[in-house]
Each structure stands twice: as structure tokens, then as C-alpha cells.
């Protein structure tokens, strides 16, 4: 089954590359992939796509790309244990971006990925990060086998100083586990976004609003009828769900619909200034399905951001690009309370809201790229900060963390001859931590759940160091080229792990 989704993905990709690439390109392809892979650049066109009305502005070249790539990644120790250790996960993709005529652009892409997540406990189902606290869990965990399919497409046109974009994107995946508790979710990601702007001097303002309906599908199933394997309702912070423990809970489901709304104004051409602000929601419900699919909990999710940016010419060589962002994330949690039951029904009395975690961070970037020769010099310099916390209120509970990263990053492109190009680069982080003493009542540490809370917050607590380095090398053939690249990556948790991973692609544009 995997070789043959391999082979249909692998036709797509042609496919999507083909039709919507440019046929017959010249030397000028090589010159549009080395400035697209610079660094100031690729930030500078992604503050294009947070509307589909701005990507008319995005950038002035058609240009279609297939990839395969190989990211494998190894842990001492996870960072959360929801997470895993590590993972190993192979990838086809195709993306294009085209001009269809002077008034409107088309882009699209299309991705499959199959491969494992090592070692994922307490958390029967994938998207954690985005369904916590309330997830089915189990000490045992395992290795999760994936597969992922992605899909997205847009459309944007210009009538007069008025653009107006539509885009759409899906994501369907699958992960099971071969030994008890043998998972099987199925989730299913859509979203539906339009947007609009006009056209102010040299700039454009718009306005973007996207939909968002998110599905997950949990089963587990014992093959061994002696187990002692306990599944928990798990509430965060340690705390569960008593009455719906064991293992006649197997099944569960989580939904939402979400929503966003953004700002931006953009400059038209490549300088000048790029701000944005952005809002979005989502109720996330949790459904036991082996008790007639009642709902467990639900959390609230409430998000801001903001950036801006401004790009400066001192000369035709020279581009400075200093930018500031910056965040808020809120998730307020409410646990569901059953009376009596009846057969697999229970009545609900009422609700409480103990569970609640904050996320605050911002960014101050300053990047500095020149051009010498058909060569490209970009350093970066940065500095950020984030902070989160995490309460529960009955247990009494509460953990806090917060760290200052510097960073700074050297990344060199030089064209040797007029059919090769590469790129090296090399980055460095320091990760300073501060925490307050953890509030923990009640919490059983030399139980194994009571162990993982405690070995994620030494993690969130720890200070940190980092680094990679990577290396590519482009060649142009006769009407497309092609990119292979590798990046080495590094971070030691001081006293506690150190990771490592590898991303290996072959690229081919059109």
C-alpha cells in the first residue's frame, strides 16, 4: 500500500509541476531559485501569504519545484513524552507559483509523507500540541507509523487598484501502532480562506478571513487479553478522568472549528514597510465514543500576533531587513460533570473550568544580506523571548517558564559559473532559562504519569545551546535545475539530552 501511495504521489507531484510550471526557462531560473532560497527573501514573500489577495504581490516570477526528502531526528531524552524521542519520515512534494496573466496568479501544492514518531506515551493520538490537555494516554506508548497527505491551492486577481484571493488547504493523515494498546487515528484538517485588498500609493492594504474544521478519530484495541495496560482520561498537569479510566474507554474523537481574521499592509515592489496583526479561535471538544460519544472536556483557544518588518536599500547591494514580532496564545480548559448512568449514557450536572495555559513571546531580527560578483552574504542577529504558563486549580498546580534566546546565523550564495550555484550556512543559539519553583499538589512523582509531568518541566526549565549547519548545491539543465541540500542540526539540554537531526532533499524547478 505504501509503494503504491508513493507512486501516485510521485505522478501528482510531476503532474502539478508540469501544468502550472514555466516550460523553457532560461539562465534566469537559475538566478530566481538563488534569490528565493536567501534568507531575507524567504521572509520577505512569506508576508505575502497570510492573504491570498497579497499573493498577486508575492513575487514577479513563475516557478514550480518537485522535491524528495529524508528528516530523521534523535533524542536522549524528549522534550515532551507526548511528543516522542525522534522520528523518521520520508516526503514527495510539489509547490508552483504562476503568473497566468498580467491581472492574476495561480499557486498550489501537493505533498505525501509516510515514516514513524518514536516513542510516543501518554497520548493515543497525534496533533497534540493542538488538542491537549484532554487526550486519551497510556504509560506503555510505542512507536507511531504515519501517513500524511497534504493538498493546497489558490487563486488571486486584480480588478483595477482592488485584489480579491481565494485558497484552500487539506490534510488527511493516519497513525497506528502495531502492539497493545494498538492505536488507529484518522484526522482530517480543512481549511477555507479568502481575502481582499486595494491598492495605497505603492502599498497594499487587505484583510484575510479563514475557516478552519479539524477532525480526529481515536481507536485503540488490545490483541492480548491479559494485559494490564490502563488507558486514562487525561485532564492535564497530571490529573485524569477516574471514572472513565481502564480499558473499556478505547475510543474517543476530538473536533473543532476554527476561525481567523487578519490585517496586513505590504509595499507592491521588494522594499519598504511590511506590518501585520492577526486574531484566531477554536473550540476544541473532546467525544468518548465508548460512552455514547459525551464530551468530556472542551478547551478554548484564543490567539494574537503581530510583526513588521522594513526593508532598506543603502545601495543596489545592500538590503537591511530589521523585523519585530510577536505573540499571545491562551487556552482556557472545562472539564464536564456526569451524574447516574444508564447503560453507556450519563447525564450531564454541570462543568468546571480548572485548566488553563498562557504563551507569550516576541522577536527582534535583524538580518543584513549584500551582493558582491554574482555572490550573496546574509547575517542574522536576533534575540527572543517567550514565557509559559501552565495552571491547574483544584489540585492546586502551576508551572512557569520562560527563556531568552540569542541567535545569530551566517549564510553564503555564490554563483560560479553560469550553470552551478551554492550555499553553505552556519547558525548558533544560547537558550537561557528561569523558572519559579513548580507547584505540584499532590502530584505522585514515582508514579510513571506523575514522573512525565515531572520530566517535561526540566525540560522546559533547562538551559540550552545549538546550532546547524547547511549546504546546497543548484545546477541548470537544459529548461529546469536542480537543488540537492543538507542541514545538520544540534541542541544539548544542559545536563538532560542532546538531539540531533538530518534533513536530506533533491529538488528539481521548473
Request: charged share 20%; with cysteine.
Amino acid at each position: 500500500m505504501l509503494n503504491q501511495a508513493y507512486r501516485k504521489t510521485a505522478a501528482l507531484s510531476v503532474v502539478v509541476a508540469l501544468s502550472m510550471g514555466a516550460a523553457g526557462r532560461t539562465t534566469s531560473l537559475l538566478s530566481d531559485v538563488q534569490r528565493l532560497s536567501l534568507p531575507v527573501e524567504a521572509s520577505r514573500v512569506a508576508a505575502y501569504e497570510s492573504n491570498p489577495a497579497q499573493m498577486f504581490y508575492r513575487d514577479s516570477a513563475t516557478i514550480s519545484t518537485s522535491s524528495a526528502s529524508v528528516d530523521i531526528e534523535r533524542m536522549d531524552r524528549p522534550f515532551m513524552e507526548q511528543l516522542g524521542d525522534g522520528h523518521t519520515l520520508l516526503s514527495l512534494r510539489a509547490d508552483s507559483y504562476m503568473r497566468l496573466t498580467g491581472n492574476s496568479v495561480v499557486w498550489g501544492s501537493a505533498a505525501f509523507t509516510t515514516g514513524k514518531y518514536n516513542n510516543i506515551k501518554w497520548s493515543d493520538c497525534i496533533d497534540y500540541l493542538r488538542i491537549a490537555p484532554y487526550v486519551l494516554g497510556d504509560e506503555a506508548g510505542g512507536d507511531l507509523s504515519m501517513r500524511r497527505y497534504t493538498f493546497t491551492g489558490g487563486y488571486s486577481r486584480r480588478y483595477s487598484s482592488w485584489n480579491f484571493g481565494i485558497d484552500a488547504d487539506y490534510r488527511a493523515e493516519i497513525a497506528y501502532r502495531n502492539r497493545d494498546p494498538r492505536v488507529k487515528t484518522i484526522v482530517s484538517d480543512l481549511s477555507l480562506r479568502v481575502g481582499g485588498s486595494r491598492l495605497v500609493g505603492e502599498y497594499s492594504l487587505g484583510v484575510a478571513a479563514k475557516l478552519n474544521i479539524y477532525n480526529q478519530s481515536c481507536d485503540l484495541d488490545f490483541y492480548s487479553p491479559i494485559n494490564q495496560i490502563n488507558t486514562y482520561t487525561l485532564t492535564g498537569m497530571g490529573t485524569f478522568y477516574k471514572r472513565f479510566m481502564g480499558n473499556t474507554n478505547k475510543n474517543s474523537g476530538y473536533t473543532s472549528y476554527g476561525y481567523s481574521a487578519s490585517v496586513q499592509f505590504l509595499p507592491t515592489g521588494n522594499r519598504g514597510l511590511y506590518a501585520e496583526a492577526g486574531f484566531e479561535g477554536y473550540r476544541m471538544s473532546q467525544q468518548l465514543r465508548s460512552f455514547n460519544n459525551i464530551t468530556l472536556g472542551y478547551t478554548d483557544n484564543k490567539k494574537i500576533t503581530a510583526s513588521a518588518a522594513y526593508s532598506f536599500r543603502f545601495t543596489e547591494d545592500v538590503t537591511f531587513r530589521p523585523r519585530v514580532s510577536g505573540f499571545v496564545f491562551d487556552r482556557k480548559g472545562t472539564e464536564n460533570l456526569f451524574g447516574t448512568s444508564a447503560g453507556m449514557s450519563y447525564d450531564k450536572i454541570g462543568d468546571r473550568k480548572p485548566y488553563s495555559h498562557s504563551l507569550t513571546g516576541a522577536t527582534i531580527e535583524l538580518p543584513l544580506q549584500m551582493y558582491y560578483r554574482k555572490s550573496y552574504l546574509t547575517g542574522i542577529l536576533s534575540v527572543s523571548y517567550d514565557q509559559s504558563v501552565e495552571k491547574y486549580s483544584d489540585p492546586r498546580r502551576k508551572l512557569e517558564a520562560s527563556h531568552i534566546v540569542p541567535f545569530c546565523a551566517i549564510d553564503f550564495s555564490s554563483r560560479f559559473s553560469p550553470v552551478w550555484f551554492y550555499t553553505v550556512g552556519v547558525s548558533t543559539y544560547e537558550s537561557y532559562a528561569s523558572s519559579k519553583k513548580p507547584l505540584l499538589a499532590g502530584l505522585d512523582t514515582t508514579e510513571p504519569l506523575g514522573q512525565c509531568v515531572v520530566s517535561n518541566f526540566d525540560m522546559l526549565r533547562a538551559d540550552s545551546r545549538g546550532g546547524s549547519i547547511s549546504a546546497s548545491v543548484s545546477r541548470l539543465f537544459n529548461g529546469f535545475a536542480a537543488t540537492l541540500s543538507a542541514t545538520f542540526n544540534y541542541s544539548n539540554y544542559k545536563d538532560l539530552s542532546d538531539n540531533y537531526s538530518t534533513v536530506v532533499s533533491l529538488s528539481v524547478h521548473f
